[in-house]
């Protein structure tokens, strides 16, 4: 009933679940976990997953990956991995409607930052990590900028199924999740280089090792994300939206979301697919270079490649290294860049990227409405509200921007947008670009004197 293809139409290979691969052995291309559906236990309705809200005993029925198993049915229900993940919150925000420029009603955040470990990331390393357990894996490691090393170390130490082997770069990583990685017991291996050496090296050493890979270049971790998008539309009340809005980075998700919608319209459960907005932050823009500037599409899987890596080389040429405030998505050579290209074509994509100074501000935004987030995450808001200042998106569109981790992952840009001046933000973030906190909630500072005290109050408030 499921198997592993490769994405490229002109191979099209196919291989076992049972085999441990991140790329196509004939092709080199990224693969897929594919399904025969007339063998699958497939709903007539959407709807029909509305009998698991009264099943929460059961810990299949709770998680937010697997009581969709019937759309992702990989595994049989006795391998299941689960730590109640996908337990998250599709948020209208009319604060960020007013900010956006969208009509009240409009807007709403999918807050991943409920996950156990604080992210996005759980949603597919609970499915990595049921392949895993499927196939007898003892070790798993990634390469990270910090969410998925936290995710995976999180998910060793509680199943004790595997120990976790993580690889981070030298450059930036938000103490918030190397904090996670380190106190949930990994093995943490730093390097010198950015994620994109890192994610070189953990595939060499997985392939030498046997170690069990769980970077978004692995199929199965997509198939857990694709369970937010699920999410999203339960929320809906299985509506479609008008625009799906993501941050991109490795470009797991944007692949993931395109691969569900794409499989849902084919199943007959849904009659149209939303349109998909890739975000990348100005300082690692090679999706946004590629798409919008080169031209580079999937056409059916028949793209001209030429340019990618022309691109790569002259990044090497210069030496450049990916640098946004935007620690999460700070990556040059995103893995799954011919998904994404696909995902693109099937869902009418556009790629935007922004700057720091605008992530940033879309931030404090978000937490104006009640929402903490990331600083990757406020790259969909600021994505979406450039994409309606160009007309690209309608006021009156219905648009889900995903927040794809919590507030408290990099607390560090947080206090510092709100309480230091442009120079000390930039020398303690070392970022550039920033030249002011445009929405700083910044502490008032009084005597310690009730009476000076109570004249601030009514003051400021």
Not at 91 to 99: I, N
Not at 229 to 252: S, T
Not at 281 to 298: I, P
Request: hydrophobic fraction near 40%; charged fraction near 20%.
């Amino acid at each position: 009933m499921a198997f592993q293809q490769c994405i490229d139409p002109r191979c099209a290979a196919t291989y076992a679940v049972g085999e441990v691969l991140v790329d196509c052995p004939r092709c080199g291309n990224l693969l897929d976990v594919a399904y025969d559906w007339s063998r699958a236990a497939v709903p007539q309705s959407l709807r029909s997953f509305e009998k698991k809200w009264t099943q929460r005993r059961d810990p299949h029925a709770l998680s937010g990956v697997w009581r969709f198993h019937e759309l992702l049915p990989f595994a049989p229900p006795d391998a299941i991995v689960t730590v109640g993940e996908g337990q998250t919150l599709l948020q209208p925000s009319d604060t960020v409607a007013r900010y956006i420029g969208s009509q009240p009603g409009c807007v709403y955040l999918q807050y991943e930052g409920m996950n156990p470990s604080g992210s996005f990331k759980d949603n597919g390393m609970s499915a990595a990590f049921t392949h895993a357990r499927c196939v007898g894996a003892r070790r798993a490691a990634c390469a990270s900028t910090g969410n998925t090393s936290a995710s995976l170390a999180l998910y060793c130490a509680v199943t004790r199924l595997m120990r976790a082997v993580i690889f981070i770069g030298s450059g930036k990583i938000s103490y918030g999740k190397l904090s996670q990685a380190l106190e949930y017991g990994a093995l943490t291996v730093q390097i010198t280089g950015d994620f994109d050496d890192a994610m070189a090296r953990v595939k060499e050493v997985t392939s030498e090792l046997g170690i069990y890979l769980v970077n978004s270049v692995n199929p199965f971790r997509l198939e857990g994300q694709k369970t937010i998008m699920y999410r999203v539309l339960e929320a809906l009340n299985w509506e479609v939206p008008d625009w799906i809005v993501v941050p991109g980075g490795n470009l797991g998700n944007s692949s993931s979301f395109g691969k569900a919608f794409y499989e849902l319209k084919q199943l007959g459960l849904i009659d149209r697919i939303p349109r998909l907005a890739v975000i990348n932050a100005d300082g690692a823009d090679t999706l946004y270079e590629l798409y919008e500037n080169r031209g580079v599409r999937w056409e059916q899987g028949l793209a001209d490649l030429a340019p990618v890596c022309q691109y790569y080389d002259e990044l090497d040429a210069k030496k450049r290294k990916a640098s946004t405030i935007a620690s999460a998505i700070e990556i040059n050579r995103p893995v799954n860049l011919n998904k994404c290209l696909r995902a693109l074509e099937w869902c009418e994509g556009v790629v935007r990227r922004v700057s720091d100074q605008e992530i940033l501000d879309a931030k404090a935004q978000v937490g104006a409405g009640g929402i903490g987030c990331e600083p990757a995450s406020a790259a969909s808001v600021a994505g979406a509200r450039l994409l309606r200042q160009e007309g690209e998106i309608a006021a009156g569109d219905r648009v889900v921007c995903i927040l794809t981790g919590h507030q408290l992952k990099d607390p560090t840009a947080t206090v510092a947008y709100h309480t230091t001046d442009q120079a000390e933000f930039n020398q303690v973030l070392g970022v550039r670009g920033v030249r002011r906190a445009s929405f700083a909630n910044r502490a008032v500072a009084v005597p310690n004197d009730l009476s000076e005290i109570i004249k601030a109050i009514q003051l400021y408030s």
